[in-house]
């Protein structure tokens, strides 16, 4: 069983449309996060939840908004589409928000034309 | 910001060498992880050292930890061309929000 899956793994789309990437853990973890890896390897946290209860907001755009319906589920929904929003987005869990080891999943790569 | 780095970028070696990873930060940290990312994949933890261990091994992998120079080294040994992905260090920050922030990584590729 996959730990942490997320869909689609792949997303192209034009600018100024609206996408959504759906994230499950079926590790019984109470925090979930998404992050963004650029083109060049650099990883950044961009929501963090614990147990369904936004914790951490870095300084990502408003069009950015993270929706956890379950401390299972992080979905991440992102209004009109920049191209500098290409990237790979990738969702992960941990037993504990005190900065224990993190399961990721495979990463949604999104490309915007 | 806490951001760590990794040195080098990337490194080749043979099968059977052992591979040094370098990492640096720049604040205080509860603690240090190692993930390893294979190409178009998610990062896997690795193992993880705590600000008050100096060193720890798992299986293949040695890692150290020095708070006063604030840096940290990943060894693997007796390579194998299975272990070519890409490996990044991630700390936290004392008194921070409950966050990791990862380097931008050091590619390793082991020739068969």
């Known amino acids: 069983d996959t730990a942490v899956s997320q869909t689609p793994k792949y997303l192209v789309t034009q600018m100024g449309n609206d996408k959504s990437i759906k994230c499950e853990q079926n590790?019984?973890?109470?925090?979930m996060y998404w992050y963004k890896q650029d083109s060049k390897k650099f990883l950044k946290i961009m929501f963090s939840?614990?147990?369904?209860?936004?914790?951490i907001n870095e300084t990502v755009p408003n069009r950015f908004s993270p929706k956890s319906p379950d401390k299972a589920h992080l979905n991440l929904h992102i209004n009109s589409l920049e191209l500098g929003d290409s990237a790979v987005y990738f969702c992960?869990?941990?037993?504990?928000?005190?900065?224990?080891?993190?399961?990721f999943g495979e990463g949604s790569r999104l490309t915007v034309l | 910001s806490q951001q760590g780095e990794e040195d080098p970028q990337a490194l080749s070696i043979q099968e059977g060498e052992n591979a040094t990873m370098n990492c640096s930060y720049k604040?205080?940290?509860?603690?240090l992880q190692w993930y390893r990312q294979n190409s178009g994949r998610g990062l896997v933890h690795l193992i993880l050292?705590?600000?008050?261990?100096r060193e720890k091994h798992s299986g293949r992998l040695r890692v150290t930890l020095d708070t006063s120079k604030k840096s940290s080294s990943l060894l693997i040994t007796a390579s194998r061309a299975a272990d070519t992905a890409s490996y990044f260090c991630?700390?936290?920050?004392?008194?921070?929000?409950?966050?990791?922030?990862f380097g931008t990584g050091t590619r390793l590729t082991v020739i068969p």
């Open positions: 992960a869990s941990s037993g504990t928000a005190l900065t224990g080891e993190l399961f």
């Open positions: 590790l019984g973890h109470d925090t």
């Open positions: 939840y614990n147990n369904k209860e936004l914790i």
């Open positions: 604040t205080s940290i509860n603690n």
């Open positions: 050292i705590r600000s008050n261990e």
């Open positions: 991630a700390t936290d920050a004392v008194g921070g929000a409950n966050n990791l922030f």
